[in-house]
């Protein structure tokens, strides 16, 4: 009751939190390069930056448009652009906006070509998501394996159990047997970690 009490009240939040984060840096990412080209074009038409910024914060939807909303916002009473991506940077940690926080902060202290800049980094950022979804692509292979493994015991137990529930009464119901469930549970756990950390490739 005391585990179960520990996982539900620290586990189980913990994991729909980082699956939502999850989700919304990956959607943040999706669009990011399209955001980024549409600042291009707006600049070399000749318009500033953090009017680019609220353009962009107006036409994309989702994380993309909430965080340039941010921006542009922070720059209207008085942070410099780069802090307020910086800012951005903050709340969104991954390496594609570190990446246009530092670009912006390099433009701002040596007047570079900010557009050369972004479509660089636009490059960039959908070259790594095309590596994301080879790795993906290459490891689901493995996944699946590791799934089928994970789960091949479980289903044994479970039919030995209801074809011959006497065979399998010592392992449940004996102080010995219990022991030796524990042991397998834990190495079954230790085992699917480690196979997880296996084909869970950082690009």
């Known amino acids: 009751v005391l585990m179960s009490w520990v996982v539900g009240t620290l586990g189980l939040p913990r994991m729909v939190l980082k699956f939502r984060i999850g989700r919304r840096q990956k959607k943040f990412l999706e669009e990011f390069p399209d955001a980024l080209e549409s600042m291009v074009r707006l600049l070399k038409a000749g318009m500033p930056v953090c009017e680019a ?21 922070e720059q209207k009473i008085g942070i410099s652009m780069a802090e307020a991506c910086l800012h951005a940077a903050e709340r969104m940690p991954i390496t594609e906006m570190q990446m246009f926080a530092t670009g912006i902060s390099i433009q701002q202290q040596t007047g570079s070509s900010l557009s050369e800049i972004l479509t660089n980094l636009a490059r960039v950022i959908r070259a790594r998501f095309r590596l994301k979804r080879k790795v993906q692509a290459l490891s689901a292979e493995a996944k699946a394996s590791a799934m089928i493994i994970g789960a091949l015991p479980i289903l044994v137990g479970a039919g030995l159990s209801l074809i011959n529930p006497d065979y399998m009464y010592p392992l449940f119901y004996t102080l010995k047997g219990k022991y030796m469930l524990a042991g397998a549970i834990g190495w079954m756990c230790l085992g699917v970690i480690i196979m997880k950390q296996m084909i869970n490739f950082k690009v």
């Open 53 to 73: 910024i609220a353009m962009v914060s107006r036409e994309f939807v989702g994380p993309v448009g909430e965080e340039m909303s941010k921006v542009y916002d």
